[in-house]
């Protein structure tokens, strides 16, 4: 072993040796030296830097730092350096381009979990830094209020993951972990500005004005005597591609870290953001499908967000570890429609404490969870729901090559002090073998569950001409989901197949009460998804890399005639009278060309969804598949990096959702500089 | 390999406004119902709406499960045709809606149906295969008569349990009217 600054001394007898030197993370460096009686030879050995390839560790899948190969569930990652590289306003502009994860109207899906749900709150949960990032009224997810440009890498875990994180997590769970305080000072900036193209079509170009828009982010992270901190804000504008299109927002986030003694680690996270935007629900026609009718010109919702998340982790030496996390999320919207003045203000609060111990081959989390969501809204009116739950997972390993999960959570909610309580019990279990060095085999089948929101339960309201009725009988959506998969690793090549089937149970939807010219939010569907997945990354030569990511499902609803036995074993019963689920495209393909070479870069991206083959609210309109190419080009210059983006650049034009049009073509230049 | 440059540049542009445009193109497996509405009687200042709505059977059994809708009626015109894509099917009542500002559909919306031009005292049937356009589906819309359901209607509502009797102005009373907004 050398000294810290690399020198040694070795004494040998004479004679022709080979020195070797290796240092993690830079290449081994040798020279062939003769040694006379005597002598002393000076030996300078100089390695070159060669950046490792460790195998990724997750965390999100089974609440605690594993290598992906180990992980039982498809699970996905978008590192740093992909988020660098594409530079990103908003994370669900990241999200689409990660394989078996759909997003509609705001809506996330995971391997068609979520077609377009109409009010129905979110069947996938997101955190942010572990903490829940769902809000505590409508149970959706408020995409601006992520930070951004302070992500450093997201993970998503594909499949039922309740017996973990409960509600929400029904069909998977998408983790953000922000960026944490540097221990050198470190000023980071991004400017972005842009505008959108005018609209291919004469008959759409509805305004003579260029569409532009632009966003400034700030961030600063230092050392203060024991304390990590990282301050960062940001400010967003667009004009918008369409009428009522436009946005304002602000950000400001605070972040503190410290290790108060050895083997702890405590973390304090603020995060405020506000939003003015324009609200387009539908086009005016398509013949003007970047215009909204007359009445609802100017119709305007302002939000704002509070987060704020503090944890504390304690070791206890390398087998015994403890975390307390508690976290509130506050949230406010306020709606100027033509014809209606709501608001809602909502805070969702918990905290979880939990405990690892590894004994041996076995190994243990046992946790706690208390959430409460408080709402005051004009349309949902005043209520209360409390969540407690516990769980514990095991994991052990009978063999190197084997690995066995076993997880189980009960959960209970309760409804305005009692007028309504439910119980969940989501059990998990998950297998890998190792087959070879470079192939594992892994097998899952996990339970999962979403409670339905408040305003699922208790909207009163008039939308869109129907008056929405309250529906406190409104029961859990449930769903169980199996999986098989293959990952192979040779090389630069990453491949990974999955095959799975999700089982779903009262599905929420709109519906009409019979009789009455009312409408509430019931349970209705039973559904089944059945599909494969396919993930491919590789390094190419020449500085190319490339990424390919194909999900082919088959959706549908219907109803077992004669279920028999547990829920889990309906998966093999056939499914009666089954019809297309709506909004659900059953091919998905997206992939993606890089290069780098010296300071340039460049990329090309695609994305592909096949024509749904059916929708709720207007079937007889026209649908197509979806072709989007975006390019991005980039040149690093000494601490600035300056890149090109255009996205749609063929400007094809399609709905995601109904008489909504996706974005038209833009063009943004952006300048990332750290000091 | 400037060949192959050549052929992904030309089509890459050749691409340039694909998919959804202005014009709204037909569904191939869709059917089409259209026909001209005339309206009698003076238009409500507090029209909110006015659309062709399209059951599958008469009378129907549920009076919100409309099968299909046309986009919304030009306001104040003294008649206009319409247009309503529909699932290949046979279709038992094709009726005008009209729908007040601040007001929800239902069944004092009724402001006319399709006849029977064989027998102009019952709902006309009509029937649409995959791809095809039925025409001549004309209907009169009478603001007076405005929710004047056909008494077949009004039966299968009370059976349903709903208490029916169009108010002087056409709101008629029914679960959720008068309801305070909140």
């Known amino acids: ?675 | 390999m400037k060949k192959v440059r050549y052929i992904l540049l030309l089509s890459a542009f050749a691409a340039c406004g694909k998919g959804i445009g202005p014009t709204p193109k037909e569904v191939p497996e869709l059917g089409v119902i259209c026909g001209t509405v005339k309206f009698l009687g003076a238009w409500p200042d507090s029209t909110a709406e006015v659309r062709v709505a399209v059951y599958e059977e008469y009378p129907p059994k549920n009076f919100y499960d409309v099968k299909a809708f046309s986009d919304p009626l030009p306001v104040g015109v003294d008649s206009t045709a319409y247009k309503v894509m529909v699932s290949p099917g046979t279709y038992g009542w094709i009726m005008v809606a009209w729908r007040g500002e601040g007001r929800f559909w239902g069944p004092e919306s009724f402001l006319g149906m399709y006849l029977d031009p064989d027998d102009p005292s019952h709902p006309g049937e009509v029937t649409v295969g995959p791809g095809e356009e039925v025409g001549g589906i004309d209907i009169l819309a009478d603001f007076s008569k405005r929710g004047q359901l056909p008494p077949e209607v009004i039966e299968v509502l009370e059976e349903q349990g709903v208490t029916y009797r169009p108010a002087p102005d056409g709101r008629g009373l029914g679960p959720g009217t008068g309801v305070p907004r909140r």
């Not at chain 1, 702890?264 to 387009?280: C, I, K, M, N, V």
């Not at chain 1, 009718?293 to 944890?311: A, H, I, T, W």
């Not at chain 1, 190792?434 to 939308?463: H, N, Q, W």
């Not at chain 1, 998905?588 to 749904?612: H, I, N, Q, T």
Request: aromatic share 10%; hydrophobic share 35%.
């Open chain 1, 1 to 675: 072993m050398t000294d810290l600054e690399g020198r040694f001394v070795l004494e040998v007898p004479p004679g022709t040796y080979t020195v070797e030197a290796l240092l993690v993370g830079y290449g081994p460096a040798r020279r062939e030296v003769e040694i006379s009686p005597g002598d002393t030879t000076k030996v300078v050995l100089k390695l070159e830097e060669r950046p490792l390839k460790l195998p990724p560790v997750v965390v999100t899948a089974t609440k605690k730092a594993q290598p992906l190969r180990e992980v039982p569930i498809s699970t996905s990652v978008v590192g740093k350096d992909e988020l660098r590289a594409r530079p990103a306003q908003t994370l669900d502009q990241v999200l689409r381009y990660v394989p078996g994860v759909e997003l509609k109207g705001g809506e996330v899906g995971i391997r068609a979990s979520t077609g377009y749900s109409q009010g129905a709150g979110s069947r996938v949960l997101l955190l942010v830094d572990g903490a829940p990032a769902i809000t505590g009224d409508t149970g959706g997810i408020n995409w601006d209020a992520i930070p951004a440009g302070e992500i450093e890498r997201i993970e998503v875990v594909k499949g039922a993951g309740s017996a973990l994180y409960g509600s929400n997590a029904m069909a998977g769970v998408i983790q953000v972990f922000t960026r944490r305080p540097s221990r050198t000072p470190r000023t980071w900036l991004r400017m972005a500005a842009g505008c959108y193209d005018r609209p291919y079509h004469p008959e759409w170009r509805w305004s003579s004005k260029l569409r532009t828009f632009y966003s400034f982010e700030l961030s600063h992270s230092r050392r203060l005597g024991p304390l990590g901190v990282l301050i960062s804000g940001s400010r967003q504008r667009s004009d918008g591609y369409r009428q009522n299109g436009d946005y304002l927002r602000h950000r400001l986030m605070g972040k503190l870290e410290a290790e108060p003694f050895p083997g702890s680690r405590a973390d304090l996270t603020l995060h405020w953001a506000e939003e003015d935007r324009g609200q387009f629900l539908y086009w005016k026609s398509q013949e003007h499908a970047l215009e909204v009718p007359e009445e609802m010109l100017g119709d305007r919702v302002y939000s704002g967000k509070f987060r704020f998340n503090g944890s504390f982790r304690l070791a206890f030496g390398p087998e015994l570890a403890a975390l307390f996390r508690g976290y509130t999320y506050r949230t406010y919207w306020h709606n100027f429609f033509h014809d209606s003045h709501d608001r809602s203000r909502a805070l969702r609060a918990g905290c979880e404490a939990r405990a690892e111990a590894s004994l041996g081959e076995l190994s243990f989390t046992l946790g706690g969870e208390v959430a409460r969501d408080g709402v005051s809204s004009s349309m949902f009116g005043d209520h209360r729901l409390w969540d407690v739950a516990g769980y514990v997972q095991t994991e052990w390993k009978p063999s190197p090559l084997t690995t066995l999960t076993l997880g189980l959570r009960y959960d209970r909610q309760v409804v305005d002090g009692g007028d309504k309580v439910e119980s969940q019990v989501s059990p998990k279990f998950g297998a890998t073998f190792r087959l070879s060095p470079e192939m594992v085999l892994r097998a899952s089948m996990g339970r999962g569950f979403r409670a339905p929101s408040v305003a699922e339960r208790f909207t009163d309201a008039y939308i869109a001409g129907f008056r929405v009725v309250p529906n406190p009988e409104l029961r859990p959506e449930r769903s169980w989901g199996y999986e098989v998969g293959l990952r192979w690793t040779s090389g630069n090549l990453v491949a990974d197949l999955a095959l799975f089937q999700n089982e779903y149970w009262d599905l929420v939807e709109p519906q009409a009460v019979p009789g009455s010219p009312l409408v509430r939010m019931a349970n209705v569907t039973r559904a089944r998804v059945r599909g494969v997945e396919l993930d491919l990354t590789a390094g190419l030569p020449l500085g190319f890399y490339g990424s390919l990511g194909y999900t082919y499902i088959v959706p549908r609803e219907g109803r077992i005639a004669q279920p028999y036995g547990p829920e889990f074993l309906q998966a093999l019963q056939p499914l009666e009278d089954s019809r297309e689920l709506p909004y659900r495209p059953r091919n998905r393909l997206v992939a993606s060309v890089r290069w780098k070479g010296g300071p340039f870069s460049a990329e090309a991206r695609f994305r592909y969804a096949s024509r749904v083959r059916r929708v709720k609210m207007y079937p007889q309109d026209e649908r197509v598949p979806q072709y989007v190419v975006d390019l991005l080009g980039g040149v690093r210059l000494r601490n600035c990096t300056f890149s090109f983006r255009v996205d749609n650049l063929l400007q094809y034009h399609y709905t995601e959702v109904e008489r909504n049009l996706a974005p038209i073509r833009s063009f943004t230049v952006t300048l990332t500089a750290e000091l």
